[in-house]
């Protein structure tokens, strides 16, 4: 696997060895040990996660401010841009954000480590999204910031995205809760 840094530290694009013939092609999608040495992350996940969205769709920026999740990402079909913001008010990076177009035909998957807000904007006619999690759903801790607030300046390449009411009633990063 190659390790390809982004405009955060600590969010990694995670490229796997692709195994290809006359036949198709094999890749291990995940393997502990190897994303251990390779990046110096011990994450253990306890949840995955897919979603299936049309062009067009935003599901984001969603983090929990309690039980926060480190998320492993990648799209089984179709491609999307992947966003992480950092959500460490003690980070000489808060507010600021890494955006990385995954899809199934660059089978790149990104890192978000704990503490960062995660969102997506599908660019394909259709997109699955499965990400593994280090820790569980906590609705109650949910929290949304707004995908369009000017402080983040976010070129999502898309202007009127379909939002759930969640993500439209996102909070901008000044009135956000933050972690530390």
Do not use: C
Request: charged share 25%.
């Amino acid at each position: 696997m190659n390790i390809v840094p982004t405009a955060l530290p600590e969010v990694l694009i995670i490229e796997p060895k692709v195994f290809g013939d006359d036949r198709g092609y094999f890749f291990e999608s995940f393997n502990a040990r190897n994303f251990a040495e390779a990046t110096g992350i011990d994450a253990a996940f306890v949840q995955d996660n897919q979603s299936g969205s049309v062009a067009g769709v935003l599901r984001g920026l969603h983090y929990q401010i309690r039980h926060p999740q480190g998320k492993l990402v990648r799209v089984a079909s179709g491609a999307i841009l992947d966003i992480a913001v950092d959500m460490r008010r003690s980070s000489p990076n808060f507010g600021r954000h890494a955006a990385v177009e995954l899809s199934s035909a660059n089978r790149r998957q990104l890192w978000v480590p704990p503490g960062f807000a995660h969102g997506f904007v599908v660019k394909s006619e259709f997109a699955e999204v499965l990400y593994k999690t280090t820790d569980y759903w906590h609705p109650e801790h949910e929290r949304s910031l707004l995908w369009n607030d000017p402080a983040l300046g976010i070129d999502w390449g898309v202007a009127e995205p379909t939002l759930s009411a969640k993500d439209r009633d996102g909070k901008v990063l000044a009135e956000a809760e933050s972690y530390g």
